[in-house]
Every structure is written in structure tokens, then in C-alpha cells.
């Protein structure tokens, strides 16, 4: 099953799925963005709206931007607010976005899904304006070295959903390749007590001034 179809099959019961990693990622994208201001942000693999209501309390336009159709019907009926947009798009092709039109480009659990990291800075760099933030919220690699990744049930069983493994050096050289200097680096785990491996990763970029 392709990643598309997955999460189209995905798209009713992800909200309500029992799922500590996207829980997890609500987490850590309030606790690192609530320290910023933003107005206009470019939500990457928006899926379902997950993060989009948090967003939208503290930015005056959010774009979405994901390949599963499901997903976005979904996030349009929850996010009903004309300052929310959610266009159906292949991350891995040119993005229909104006030059320097975000002021945050975010992208929560999604990269995981993309081979290659390169297009996608370079992609970002191109969406910010001057001093915008780049926010990435990624299961960490430490789990992915260990099995874990993206997966479902389904009434014919477990899908897993096809993942790539990025270490922590692949997204730390394809910011800085790309323009974009490191601002924050958290590792987030699911109790206080820090005794296991970290369950998410997430990078904070600023744009370099040209």
C-alpha cells in the first residue's frame, strides 16, 4: 500500500486512534512555538488539522498542505475558518506557494515519509521570508533505530507505512545547505522521569539574512 492510500485508510480513525507519538508532537509544537510569534505559516503534512487550531489561535493565515485527500476533507470540516486553506500537494514537487509568503513553515511527523530532505529546506527556504522559522517535529531516529514508525490497524491487521530513517546530522546539513541556522534542538520522551528513548525529535531553523 502506498503512503497516499495508507493514510487515506488512516484518515477516520486518526484522531481517535490511541497514538502517544502524535500526542507527543501536540506537545512539542506548542511548547517550542508558544516562545514565537508568527502570523503566516505553511503547515506541512497538515494531515487531519492536527496542529492547525493550535496554529490558527496565534497566526492570522495558515496554508496545509497534504497528499491525502481523506486527510484534508477531514481537517476542512474540523478547521472551518476562512483563514485556513488546505491544498491537496506532493511535498516532493515544487510547492504552489508564493516566495517569501510564510513567516513559519512547520512539518510534524511527516518527514519521516520523504527520502530526501534536500528539496524540502530548500523548498522552505524559498516559502520564508527573511528571519523566518522553520519548526520540524519528527519521530527520533533513536526510535526508528529500534523499529518504531508509522503504523495503523487496520480490519486486515498492522499497515506499516513505508518510512525513511534521517539521523540527526541528515536534517542539521540540510539546514545549513539550505540558508538556515539552528535555534533549538529537543529531544521529548514520554514520561518526566527520562529513563527511555526519546520518542520525538524537534529542530527549531531560523533563515539566514541574505
Known sequence: MSIEKAYDAWATRYDTDRNRTRDLDSTSTA????NYNFQRVLD????????TEWLLNRAER??????????LDIAKEKVANNRAQFIKADL?????????????????????????LGPIFEQSNRTLAENGLFFISELH????????GARFESENGTVHIEVFTHHLTDYISSAKTNGFELLEM???????????????????FRKKIS
Open 44 to 51: 506541512l503534512g497538515c494531515g487531519t488539522g492536527k496542529n
Open 141 to 148: 531516529p533513536y526510535k526508528q533505530y529500534d523499529g518504531s
Open 186 to 204: 529537543r529531544e521529548w520522551f514520554d514520561s518526566p522521569a527520562r529513563g527511555e528513548i526519546p520518542r520525538l525529535i524537534s529542530f527549531l
Open 62 to 71: 495558515i496554508i496545509g498542505l497534504d497528499f491525502s485527500q481523506a486527510m
Open 31 to 34: 511548547a517550542t512555538l508558544s
Open 92 to 116: 516532493t514537487s515544487e510547492w504552489s506557494i508564493d516566495a517569501q509568503w510564510a513567516d513559519l513553515v512547520t512539518s510534524s511527523l511527516t518527514l519521516e515519509h520523504i527520502e530526501n
